[in-house]
């Protein structure tokens, strides 16, 4: 489908649910400790991981999302009793259908977590976008042009990956 | 302070609360919500108490702190039970006062006059905005307390990452050689090393005490080891490894070397139930037991875990099977002795424990950790408290109460609640809480609804707001804001490039650069600018919505706006703080986040709550202690009760109960409360009545009852506002041994000594047999037999002192103050057996002479005992027509049948249906004192709601379109709440005029979107998080992130 470009020019776009309880604090923890991870996730707030839409997983890789991650409340621990554990079952439906579309179950993934396990959601991050980056780009995105490495120097210093127009 | 009108100098209508714990807490949330202004003092620097160090709560292993309340929709509110103690949604009716002690109290009950001393934190909370430089450069480094001395903290530090209030505090003790550098370096200027304590004096009603307890310092028992042994630690020490924000994110080290163990030994009663400590600390066996379970789930199944116990001291819902499942699936070993001795091994640090196993048989184990099960002691405040407030301690130094005024001091107008009354668990303080503040609600009943707030909002405020205006027909006007935070953002995210690139993001017409945005000031910045552009969407890039949202909402809607018209950004601790090495890759994911949030906010639509007055009458289903105690706490509150009891006469249990160990009688408290209740002029009594239908929700139900008279039954309507049930339960009396002559229950043995106390005074041997349940029910600890059986016992051997009594048990559950009956009775010459479900003890009749036959565990052997009596402790059942009831009222039962309530551990007196509560024996088996604590409990939750008048439901609540919605009942088995109701009703008939529609009630919903998720014909979407906010497919916003187009690029 796509031509991929070498690994290390790829800065791999991941977006992770969180719920707003554990998943939401955890991610502050790790924030008021200062805990370092790759800046190559955005987070989407859901009241709950039991909101997780099979259809939203599926429309984020349709969008172009290289990966998908749910960050929920340990199982028996959350705010609505067991909205993760049914969040976790769709979750792993999706997978099937990515398998079975050639895209990968790897590239989805759930991950369980207190709101104080700073280190535990800072792993999971660097998990993910270890991952995505040995997977390489989500092959529905369009073509990808090689760019050059992220300059600290610069005042203005974003140098981004762009697209190729068409 | 505030000025306190005059009117209120008479009469104030506030209240002091003592203590920051959940107990604290939770009273002061009830008493705020009903109109009272509270003062919660705190003597450390914030909220929380113990629980805040605890990351688990038996026997479900939950945090859940989240789940104290019935609010929803904020998060984590780690570590207060409540969003209502969230820094910018705090209750406008509590001010909270830290590092505060109470000087002196004068006055009397309705009107007292405090003097306190609030010690300096040295760091302003409104300017301190939790950057942490103070911490980093501070030169003073000290054992962190909130770790237990595991890990260091500065002098200028946060208890812990989450705090109440979310704010610094400067240690200026001896060590701090007031170098200044924190002053310095304080980017908002919020440190003031010079400042002064504050002497305070407030003007309050009722005063309430929730102390908490002191751990017992076992380093006291120095055969222990405790503080010579590394490997030897007290039991908070564990949770604290324990714990995921514990300093090793919940794996358990070895304080040696750091090594996992893989053998942990507990033991029981440190500082408990010994000669000094006479008492039983209540919850050491079921902490000892988690903290074993933990063990084995964290380090391994193959960890050896053993616990030194006397007695399993279960004895509270689900605490039974709790045990089970410790010992049977997790296979954590109970030895039912002391251990004598404890000898380290110098090479390995490991830990050489004796004991003798119940046979006599000597034994030495080996251990690489030894876990001190600590006992409570009271406060450390409580003898200097109780001097300045004039209020008795009993014999333990723990707070004197009256078994029928569980939660009265001997001081009138000064309550208390939790461990200060006896040690207690986090169910049982919370029950106190709530119960107390119905108490101070009763004496202060002219004075509820006094400051008015509301629940309109998503933030709680007063009703000062202006109206909200309506921007249905705008086109969306989008204003960004990106805030520097001092520099704490901006070091790492170019604002200027930021909001350069959110200004092209589609109907994007504003974008401001604000520095600090949680700055009084700023937010009248950003109001104006809402107001001059005609703005009518709004994002804020700041920092947290868990600490944020609320004021940015709050600001949003000062400006005429809808709070949900905004979006947050978390800018600070989702990404300048955690890309601080990856610069450009952290402004790509900030301007990512931006784009984000615009696409979000220009989907998103007004949400407001329906208002709804709440009726101020109550309904008590139940005429027993419970149900008395309840009704009268209402109605003398100033609210009217309908009190329903299906028998012909009030009292319930309690009209057979003659004595209690504690001396009381209980009959005269049951004259007492019915002459009361018959006598209230607010109380309508319906006796053989029972509830044939409830409809309704918070604040107006709708409720049938019938009344059998003479052969035929009335039907009539009530309307109210809130519901209580208070069914009770009751001694079974169904058992093979019961069809035995001589074998009578414990109860029919009461009503023997005071009818016929001759027949007692000529008993030579009685074998008295505990936990008895009828064949073929569940096994849980009924709690109170034991207590029981020892007060029967005890009165057997006064009456006649060569009597030979003796019981057989499984194990002894007299917790608490309970323990000196037990201790009595063997002074007494009662003999104690124990008994395994093994060889449990049988009755044999032989020549008409009763006999026990038991297996005796010390000699190994069997022995007959003869027996004049068999007295049996028959397990406590649910009340019948449980079933029936709870599916009326449509609230679930356990599995033991008694009724479930909300959250196990923060909401016992509450159900996941608001606007109906759970009192007494309902619940579960208990004490005369505990039935009355709960039923005041849930008097105490059901008046903060009758005061408030008016109620707001719905808001982020899942919505049903009944036109594509067919009716499968996908949505019915998906809610974790069981909400959503196939009904036929008006226009509800669903698709193709098939089995009516899915309804979900917005006063029931609790917005956690999991049946929308589960729709197959997506006919649910949920407020605020709808398919179109969550899916942006018109920005492509949850996929390829976008080109980020540079300044001058």
């Not at chain 2, 789940?67 to 409540?82: K, N, Q, V």
């Not at chain 2, 978390?570 to 890309?579: A, W």
């Amino acid at each position: 489908m796509t031509a991929h470009q070498p690994k290390h020019s790829f800065e791999p776009e991941i977006t992770a649910f969180y719920c707003i309880y554990c998943g939401y604090m955890a991610a502050d923890s790790a924030g008021a400790m200062g805990v370092q991870y790759p800046a190559n996730v955005k987070f989407v707030r859901m009241p709950c991981t039991g909101k997780t839409d099979i259809r939203y997983l599926l429309e984020a890789f349709e969008q172009g999302a290289d990966g998908v991650y749910v960050v929920a409340c340990p199982i028996g621990n959350c705010h609505h009793v067991r909205g993760n554990e049914r969040g976790l079952a769709r979750l792993e439906r999706a997978q099937k259908i990515l398998d079975e579309i050639g895209l990968g179950s790897e590239r989805l993934e759930m991950f369980f977590m207190s709101g104080g396990q700073a280190h535990t959601f800072a792993d999971s991050v660097k998990k993910m976008t270890a991952r995505i980056r040995e997977l390489g780009p989500n092959p529905l995105k369009g073509e990808l042009k090689p760019v050059a490495a992220p300059e600290l120097e610069d005042e203005v210093v974003f140098r981004g990956r762009r697209l190729t127009p068409g | 302070m505030k000025t306190l009108n005059r009117n209120y100098q008479i009469e104030p209508a506030a209240t002091l609360v003592v203590g920051g714990g959940i107990g604290g807490m939770r009273a002061a949330l009830d008493l705020a919500d009903a109109g009272l202004k509270v003062y919660l003092v705190e003597q450390t620097p914030c909220l929380g108490g113990r629980v805040a160090q605890l990351g688990y709560m038996f026997p479900q292993h939950d945090c859940v702190l989240c789940r104290g309340t019935a609010d929803h929709g904020y998060g984590c509110t780690r570590p207060s039970i409540s969003p209502a103690y969230i820094q910018h949604n705090q209750h406008p009716n509590i001010e909270i006062l830290t590092n505060t002690n109470i000087l002196e109290v004068e006055g009397q009950a309705g009107d007292f006059t405090v003097s306190l001393r609030q010690e300096p934190r040295y760091v302003d909370i409104d300017r301190c905005t939790s950057c942490g430089k103070c911490e980093e450069v501070c030169p003073v480094e000290l054992p962190s307390s909130y770790q237990l001395g595991m890990t260091n903290r500065k002098a200028a530090y946060k208890v812990a990452a989450r705090a109440t209030p979310d704010s610094y505090v400067i240690d200026k003790g001896p060590y701090c050689d007031d170098c200044g550098e924190c002053v310095s370096i304080c980017p908002t200027e919020a440190i003031d090393l010079s400042e002064q304590p504050r002497l305070l004096s407030v003007e309050v009603g009722a005063i309430i005490l929730a102390l908490g307890f002191k751990v017992y310092d076992s380093t006291e028992l120095q055969e222990l080891g405790h503080g010579r042994y590394p490997n030897v630690i007290q039991a908070m020490q564990y949770e604290r490894l324990a714990s995921r924000s514990g300093p090793t994110e919940g794996i358990v080290t070895r304080p040696s070397d750091g090594n996992q163990p893989k053998s942990i030994a507990w033991l029981q009663c440190i500082g408990s139930r010994d000669q000094k400590n006479p008492f039983c600390s209540s919850i050491c066996c079921m902490y000892a037991t988690k903290e074993a379970i933990l063990a084995k789930q964290r380090l391994g199944e193959q960890v050896d875990c053993s616990v030194f116990i006397m007695d399993e001291r279960a004895f509270n819902k689900e605490y039974s099977a709790y045990f089970s499942k410790a010992r049977d699936s997790h296979g954590i070993q109970y030895n039912h002795c002391r251990v004598s001795e404890i000898k380290e091994d110098r090479e390995t640090g490991d830990l050489i424990l004796k004991y003798a196993t119940p046979n006599g048989e000597l034994l030495e184990d080996r251990f690489e950790m030894v876990v001190l099960a600590t006992g409570l002691q009271p406060p450390e405040s409580a003898r200097y408290l109780a001097d300045n407030l004039g209020i008795e301690l009993n014999q333990y130094g723990f707070c004197q109460t009256d078994k029928f005024t569980p939660l009265q001091t001997t001081r009138p107008g000064v309550f208390v609640c939790g461990a200060f009354s006896s040690p207690k668990e986090i169910v049982e303080t919370i029950i106190d809480a709530s119960g107390a503040a119905a108490e101070v609600m009763r004496l202060l009943n002219d004075r509820l609804h006094t400051h008015e707030f509301t629940r309109e909002n998503p933030f709680l405020a007063t009703n000062d707001l202006p109206l909200e205006r309506d921007v249905s027909g705008e086109e969306p006007r989008v204003a960004v804001f990106a805030c520097t935070c001092g520099e704490t953002i901006s070091e790492v995210i170019d604002i200027p490039a930021l909001l350069h690139t959110a200004s092209h993001l589609p109907k994007v017409v504003s974008v401001d650069m604000i520095e600090y945005s949680c700055f009084p000031e700023v937010q009248g910045h950003i109001a104006q600018r809402i107001q001059e552009e005609g703005i009518n969407r709004v994002v804020i890039a700041a920092c947290s919505n868990r600490t944020h949202e609320s004021l940015f909402q709050r600001t949003v809607r000062s400006a005429g706006l809808n709070p949900y018209l905004l979006e947050v950004v978390n800018l600070r601790e989702q990404c300048s703080f955690v890309h601080q090495e990856q610069v450009p890759l952290a402004n790509r994911k900030a301007a990512e986040m931006v784009r984000l949030a615009v696409g979000r906010v220009i989907a998103s639509r007004p949400v407001t709550k329906d208002k709804h007055t709440c009726l101020p009458s109550a309904l008590v289903i139940g005429g027993g202690v419970s149900g008395m105690t309840s009704a009268l706490a209402i109605a003398d509150s100033g609210y009217d009760v309908h009190l329903v009891e299906r028998s012909q006469s009030l009292g319930g249990n309690l009209r057979n109960l003659y004595y209690v160990a504690e001396g009381y009688n209980p009959q005269r408290l049951l004259r007492d409360q019915i002459n009361r209740v018959r006598a209230h002029t607010r109380i309508m009594v319906h006796t053989r009545t029972e509830v044939v239908n409830h409809s309704g929700h918070v604040g107006h139900f709708v409720t049938e009852l019938q009344t059998r008279r003479n052969g035929h039954s009335d039907s009539i309507q009530i309307e109210h506002g809130v519901t209580i049930v208070a069914t009770g339960a009751q001694e079974t009396k169904q058992h093979s041994l019961l069809e035995f002559p001589k074998v009578l229950t414990q109860q029919e043995l009461e009503e023997k000594i005071i009818h016929h106390p001759e027949d007692i005074a000529a008993l030579n041997d009685v074998v008295m047999l505990q936990c008895v349940t009828p064949e073929g029910s569940p096994d849980y600890c009924s709690r109170i037999c034991c207590t029981n059986t020892i007060k029967n016992a005890i009165r057997l051997k006064l009456f006649n002192p060569s009597c030979q009594v003796t019981v057989l048990y499984k194990n002894i559950v007299t917790y608490g103050f309970r323990e000196e009956y037990y201790t009595e009775a063997r002074r007494l010459g009662v003999v104690f057996i124990r008994y395994t479900d093994e060889n449990p003890p049988e009755a044999v009749l032989r020549e008409n002479q009763l006999f026990v036959r038991v297996h005796d565990i010390s000699l190994d052997r069997w022995l007959e005992l003869p027996a004049d009596i068999i007295p049996l402790s028959m397990s406590i059942a649910p009340a019948s027509g449980n079933e029936e009831l709870s599916q009326m009222l449509r609230v679930p039962l356990s599995s033991e049948g008694f009724y479930q309530e909300a959250q196990m551990k923060l909401r016992p007196m509450d159900f996941m249906r608001d606007g109906i509560f759970l009192a007494g024996m309902a619940h579960y088996p208990k004490f005369i004192e505990e039935s009355i604590s709960h039923a005041l409990a849930a008097a105490g939750r059901a008046l903060s709601l009758l005061s408030q008048e008016t109620l707001y439901l719905g808001g982020v609540i899942a919505e049903v379109d009944p036109d594509i919605c067919v009716g499968c009942l996908t949505c019915t088995r998906t809610c974790p709440f069981e909400i959503p109701q196939v009904i036929e009703e008006g226009d509800r008939v669903g698709v193709g005029g098939l089995g009516g529609a899915a309804f979900i009630d917005p006063a029931l919903c609790q917005g956690c979107g999991t049946c929308t998720g589960e729709c197959p014909a997506n006919a649910i979407q949920l407020i605020h998080y709808t398919d179109e906010q969550m899916m942006l497919k018109e920005i492509a916003g949850l996929g390829t992130w976008k080109d980020i187009p540079i300044a001058g690029d």
